[in-house]
């Protein structure tokens, strides 16, 4: 059964660096994209970034370039998530998402993706 397990998620100060992990199991996601989203406390789920595995190529929300970057590693199953300069308004649990995506238009709509995580939370102070 295909799963998608993060980690790396905890509390830091504003100004500070994390790193997010996802491990992907249970079937080949070679064809896939993979994502992260982020969910704040009252608020939608968001896209933050996707990665298409076979080709690394990337894609972020604008808002959010320059400051996270995502990136796999294909041998390990694993996609990554690396936020500096993290700012309050960060604060959120973060997920991870695999899907079969045709453009950037369809990464950033949640309903393009098969599978999901159970999320990590992220806690920056001021």
């Known amino acids: 059964q295909a799963q998608l397990v993060e980690s790396g998620g905890g509390v830091v100060q504003a100004g500070g660096s994390l790193q997010l992990s996802c491990a992907a199991s249970?079937?080949?996601?070679?064809?896939?994209?993979m994502a992260w989203f982020r969910q704040a406390p009252g608020k939608e789920r968001e896209f933050v970034a996707v990665?298409?595995?076979?080709?690394?190529?990337?894609y972020y929300e604008d808002s959010l370039k320059g400051r996270f970057t995502i990136s796999r590693d294909n041998a390990k199953n694993t996609v990554y998530l690396q936020m500096n300069s993290l700012k309050p308004e960060d604060t959120a649990v973060y997920y991870c998402?695999?899907?079969?995506?045709?453009?950037?238009?369809?990464?950033?709509?949640?309903?393009?993706?098969?599978?999901w995580g159970q999320g990590t939370q992220v806690t920056v102070s001021s």
């Open positions: 990665i298409r595995l076979s080709s690394g190529r990337t």
């Open positions: 998402a695999a899907g079969v995506l045709i453009n950037t238009v369809q990464a950033i709509n949640i309903r393009k993706y098969d599978y």
């Open positions: 249970g079937r080949s996601f070679s064809s896939y994209s």
